[in-house]
């Protein structure tokens, strides 16, 4: 695959960026701008993927460099602006770096779980949900149709796709192991998301699991490994 001219990616990851500073990148106000870009500014070229681990714009620009990140944050509501502009450990990836990193992050190469399976639907949503709004061209069609068949092809060759080495499975089994012979008491997941469910799933049945979701969400029943609501 050769890039297009002028693609790039600017984002921000776990390995330097805090937690704080991703939510405030990833908030509603992100989505908005998107919105604004397309309907608005005439981008034609914008994806943008957001997940627990990393907050990314990939695009096509005439600009180079340090201009791509000043560019983009000129074009930002002033709030979602600074925080890019101010944000630590902020990268930039051109031409063919950019099509080497997307198809690392969507193998699971750059995940905090290395080969987990969630970042594959992760990104292949995030460009269809740009394309539905208008905001690909062949650019972008381009650089994720061909970094996307890169990572499955990666992720077979590994053989990634066997069991789940997510974050979710992960957290269940360290607090099972912690938990290991005391008495089956109620567990309380606190936060929502694929996350939490993905932790519910892999806790046993007998388990009784509650989560306290944020907000006016009220309560959710989460399915157990068989499928049922708990």
């Known amino acids: 695959?050769?890039?297009?001219?002028?693609?790039?990616?600017?984002?921000v990851d776990h390995h330097s960026t805090p937690l704080g500073?991703?939510?405030?990148?990833?908030?509603?106000?992100?989505?908005?701008?998107?919105?604004?870009?397309?309907?608005?500014?005439?981008?034609?070229?914008?994806?943008?993927?957001?997940?627990?681990?990393?907050?990314?714009?990939?695009?096509?620009?005439?600009?180079r460099g340090p201009e791509i990140l000043s560019s983009l944050v000129r074009s930002m509501p002033a709030d979602l602006g600074s925080a890019w502009k101010e944000a630590c450990g902020v990268y930039l990836h051109e031409g063919i770096s950019c099509w080497r990193h997307l198809a690392e992050v969507a193998t699971g190469l750059r995940s905090m779980v290395i080969g987990e399976g969630e970042i594959l639907g992760q990104v292949r949503l995030a460009y269809s949900a740009s394309r539905e709004a208008g905001g690909t061209g062949a650019a972008m069609h381009s650089l994720f149709?061909?970094?996307?068949?890169?990572?499955?092809?990666?992720?077979?060759?590994?053989?990634?796709?066997r069991g789940d080495p997510s974050v979710g499975r992960l957290a269940?089994?360290?607090?099972l192991e912690i938990l290991d012979g005391q008495e089956p008491w109620p567990l309380l997941l606190l936060g929502s998301g694929q996350l939490a469910i993905v932790v519910s799933c892999y806790l046993p049945a007998h388990r009784s699991v509650q989560p306290a979701l944020p907000g006016s969400l009220g309560h959710q029943q989460f399915p157990g490994p068989s499928g049922r609501k708990r």
């Open 21 to 63: 500073v991703r939510e405030v990148l990833a908030s509603s106000v992100g989505d908005r701008w998107i919105q604004h870009l397309i309907e608005h500014e005439g981008a034609a070229e914008v994806v943008f993927l957001s997940t627990c681990n990393r907050v990314e714009i990939y695009g096509r620009s005439e600009q």
């Open 172 to 175: 269940a089994e360290a607090m």
């Open 145 to 161: 149709q061909s970094g996307l068949r890169a990572a499955r092809a990666a992720r077979a060759a590994a053989g990634f796709g």
């Open 1 to 11: 695959m050769r890039p297009g001219r002028g693609i790039f990616c600017v984002g």
